[in-house]
């Protein structure tokens, strides 16, 4: 049975300062398909477009020319508040710098898109704590980000991504802030929900050795993408 693609990118174009003197292309038509299921890289260095292309995956920037289909949904032709409904429900972001709201307890912090998303009280407790369980921080669900290592508040950041069940899950350098310890012990967690969730994950990262943890690599640089 063929896999059916839940990120179709067609010739995607990236320009900054359209039409002015310093006008900038970051992407030149990138084309790309990543399935459901599968646990793909994109690698490059600093200034090779993968946070522009990140932005785009994540549907939080808009391409200048090209198509985006998300599942089977356009959604280069989407406004805002429909944007904004996708990153709640379908995509789950992990990024470098955790990102969790500093005064805020980790179970609350996991609670957070649940609220977004209309969910009720009790309910979005049950299954954030259900959730840090899963990643091993249950006993710190009261703990705020400042009492907990950067290891396990990347764990936090993990569980609060998972909170709506999105299709994909897109993590930017989720081990750059980490030791190389730390950094395998989050790369496991998002092995399994690879294999016991079936998640789609899109890990960007500069480093080779975790991109070959991964199914697939995607190589872009200079914009384009160079080798899958």
């Given at each position: 049975m063929e896999k059916k693609a839940v990120i179709t990118l067609n010739g995607i174009v990236k320009r900054y300062y359209e039409?002015?003197?310093?006008?900038?292309?970051?992407?030149?038509?990138?084309?790309?398909?990543?399935y459901e299921g599968e646990f793909v890289a994109i690698v490059g260095e600093s200034g090779s477009g993968k946070s522009t292309l990140m932005n785009i995956i994540g549907a939080l920037d808009r391409?200048?020319?090209?198509?985006?289909?998300l599942g089977s949904e356009n959604i280069s032709m989407l406004g805002d508040k429909e944007l904004s409904e996708i990153r709640n429900q379908k995509i789950g972001f992990v990024f470098q710098n955790?990102?969790?709201?500093?005064?805020?307890?980790?179970?609350?912090?996991?609670?957070?898109?649940?609220?977004?998303?209309?969910?009720?009280?009790?309910?979005?407790?049950?299954?954030?704590?259900e959730?840090?369980?899963?990643?091993?921080?249950?006993?710190?669900?009261?703990?705020k980000p400042n009492e907990l290592s950067g290891g396990q508040n990347q764990r936090v950041a993990i569980a609060r991504a998972m909170a709506n069940d999105p299709e994909i899950i897109l993590a930017d350098?989720?081990?750059?802030?980490?030791?190389?310890?730390?950094?395998h012990l989050v790369m496991d967690i998002f092995h399994k929900l690879h294999k016991e969730?079936?998640?789609t994950i899109v890990l960007i990262t500069?480093?080779?050795?975790l991109a070959g943890e991964t199914e697939r690599?995607?190589?872009i640089s200079d914009g384009n993408i160079i080798s899958e």
């Amino acid at each position: 049975m063929e896999k059916k693609a839940v990120i179709t990118l067609n010739g995607i174009v990236k320009r900054y300062y359209e039409n002015q003197p310093n006008e900038l292309e970051i992407l030149h038509g990138v084309d790309l398909k990543i399935y459901e299921g599968e646990f793909v890289a994109i690698v490059g260095e600093s200034g090779s477009g993968k946070s522009t292309l990140m932005n785009i995956i994540g549907a939080l920037d808009r391409p200048t020319e090209g198509e985006y289909i998300l599942g089977s949904e356009n959604i280069s032709m989407l406004g805002d508040k429909e944007l904004s409904e996708i990153r709640n429900q379908k995509i789950g972001f992990v990024f470098q710098n955790f990102c969790l709201i500093p005064r805020t307890s980790a179970v609350r912090n996991v609670e957070v898109p649940m609220m977004y998303a209309g969910m009720g009280k009790r309910e979005r407790r049950k299954r954030a704590l259900e959730l840090l369980e899963m990643v091993g921080m249950g006993e710190r669900a009261a703990h705020k980000p400042n009492e907990l290592s950067g290891g396990q508040n990347q764990r936090v950041a993990i569980a609060r991504a998972m909170a709506n069940d999105p299709e994909i899950i897109l993590a930017d350098e989720p081990t750059g802030a980490l030791d190389s310890k730390t950094g395998h012990l989050v790369m496991d967690i998002f092995h399994k929900l690879h294999k016991e969730q079936n998640k789609t994950i899109v890990l960007i990262t500069h480093s080779k050795e975790l991109a070959g943890e991964t199914e697939r690599i995607i190589t872009i640089s200079d914009g384009n993408i160079i080798s899958e």
